[in-house]
């Protein structure tokens, strides 16, 4: 489930509304061999539009798979897949469910049940397990599924002529995604969806072979292999998948993404536990303004009726299992389960054209506290009501896909029509969208789309690297960019040859703007958030970018890219400088430091690298698209690799490790156990450490190494660390602790220095009282300075954004370094990474 902060056989099934049968039956019409696993017949290995962003995997699901002809390959599209070692220790066996190392074999053995069944390897996790992406739907020839994907672009790139073409209408397969188990422990999705498959590859009644020769279904299996293996929520590296979309730093997160560019569902069901009653979106206010979201509502709500009459239908009670009557927070509730960030799968599905996305919420608990407390009877009794709740919720939704099949994808055309053709989003009301009771104005959230946005070269850009990530990661999104192949002027202002720009006139204007947009500030708008309401690249991710709010590009000259153009760069003589504003240059510096080259730091913190390493920079240049110019500064501080003692949170770990920093995770326990301070250069701690946990000998060892080296801490951890080893004499206030966004800061410091003049809190804190020796290397803008987002103040006036105004927002000293702001949060705001590394590097030196 969202957190804030049984396998069926062929039977006859019916739903209460409408009927769905499937009976058992073996399919009989002309089959391909199969293709073993990793032979050379699998998908192609294709190349990624973002260079930092997709797996090998990755790019074999986006490449056009081929039969031994070179042709498109039609459907069934099979392969042998090799078996994974028995794991007794799999946390699914003890709910009666199916471990991950029995996926493999029944897919196998489900795909030679008949023509219907197509298994790809859509990516690995991050704990190197396969993902596995099922196709369900009628036997196709190459020819056919040809004229398939040729449809499928048309909907996109021309939605006007689609809306035209009868072939569209009368031939088009409607896509229907259903993802599972993308939080680990919440388990029974997948076991619901390997039964409906079973089911669909066997019926024999019309009402099936209708469906599958007017659909294509598509299930992830277990979008979360190592969640479920281990009984966790998060994968192999403590990500949360459903916050990581609109960053896709994990692999999990990336694969899904591809799926929704590649296969465009027009319907898609997020199974997720526990919630009861079952919990079926459309969500509460505030809804996302970047949507076309009466065609959302009027599509998702309509889906949900039935989904809850399916999962009611199926008898559960109260008084007899435990089971309460489903719920529709849209109907059923005020506020508190939003769809406004694009960060959780349906969310993200709304912006790749999908117009009925679900989370479901399966309503029996059987993970965290329950699953370790419970006999393991009660325990297979609930998962076997959710293996029921989840296959109606499916089944259900596929009666509503192959009822309103023409409406589904009129309705997607009519979401890249209007981006393509800039016309204006439709409020949502009684009126636009009938059926759904108790739209008010609570419900109305749209947005101005500027005409463009332009990503400019030369002076004006603040980090071609930073650029060039940003161009790459909005391509990965399937977001439209072109370059500038000659200067041009736009809105009144004057831009470089080599300028990017992102026409708003496209199908994906939400995906764009959605990133690249400042956001906004919805704080009297609703008392509670679900979680994040700020997340904007535009500002956070340390390039600049302009809105461009009105104007013609007719006379723009413009070429649209696959891929920004390299920026890496080697000056051919003398010394080498490297600034360190982009975390790809702290990566380039701590590489070099690694291979044990001499590095000193400029006064302006920049690195100076020796002429006779310029091999190894030629390197890295083109690995992390970074610049080392020439310079003859000489002098400078002597750098030697950071190992950084590190009581932080997933995201900040990953974070520091992408910037190839040396890092040794600790907590209270490790710390109490006896931690070896010696190979340790400083601590960096906002999570997992409590000075008042600690016994007495880990007490002092850490108070003399806090004494010898630094402490850079974040939030309530890090200050509370700070003041019980008192480092810096400063008082920290804290904000609402829900609190949370994008807002305006002034940069003042060394540390900060090339920091972009925006941040991220969560939870924020600022620091007044400053003592001797206190340096202000940030503080929060005046006024009120959140951009976007929501931040209120108490019930008492205090602790809101205004309170914040003008107060330091990172402070410094000799032995310490605190942040008031979260510039690693969960891996996003990447224009903010260098502070933290600049801390750590100062600290340490």
Known sequence: MRLPRPVLTATVIALATGSLLLTPQSATADRKPPVREGSGQENGQGSSAARNSASAALNALATPVTDLSGSTAGYPREQVLTPDPENPADKSIKLGLTPYHAIAPKLNALQELGNRVSVEVAGESAGGHRLYLVTVTAPESSRETRAQDRMRELIENAPQAAAKDPAVKKTYKTPVFFNNNIHGNEWEGTDAALGLIEQLATAKDTKTADLLAHSRLYFNITANPDGRIAGTRANANGFDLNRDFITASQPEARAMRQIGIDKQPAVMVDLHGYVNGTLIEPTTPPHGENYEYDLFLKNTYANALGMEAAVNGLGYTPAKDGVDPAQIPFRDQEEGWDDWPPIFTPQYAAFHGTVAAHTVEIPMQVNNAAYDSLPVAELKRRSAINVDVAGAAMRATLNFAQTHRTSLIADQIEVFRRGVTGAPQVPVSAETVPGVPGIGPEDVYTTEFPRAYVIPAGATQRSATAAARLVDHLLANDVRVSRATGGFRLAGRSYAKGSYVVDLRQAKRGMANVMLADGTDISDKVSVMYDIS?????????????????????????????????VGYVAPRGDLRLRLDDPQEIAALNSLLKQGVSVRQAADGSAIVPGSARAKAVVLAREYDVAFDATKVTGGTP????RVAAAVTPGELFALREMNFDVVPVSTAILNAGFDWSGADVLFASSGLNHAGLNTAARAALGAFLNAHGLVGRGATGVALNAATGLLAVQPVAGDGDANGVVRVVNSGALTTGAPDHSFVYAPLWFTDLGPGVRVEQSYGTGNPLVSGHWRP????????????????????PHA?????????????????????????????
């Open 817 to 845: 370094v605190l942040f008031g702001t979260e510039p690693l949060f969960r891996d996003h705001p990447k224009g903010e990474f260098p502070q933290v590394a600049r801390a750590l590097l100062a600290l340490a030196h």
């Open 534 to 566: 700020g997340w904007s690249l535009g500002r956070l991710w340390g390039a600049t970018v302009t809105p461009v709010r009105s104007g013609s590009l007719s006379a723009v000259p413009l070429r649209t890219v696959a891929a920004a153009t390299d």
């Open 794 to 813: 108490l019930a008492d006036g205090t602790a809101g954004p205004t309170a914040a105004a003008g107060q330091a927002s990172v402070v410094s000293g």
């Open 639 to 642: 750098l030697r690799l950071t």
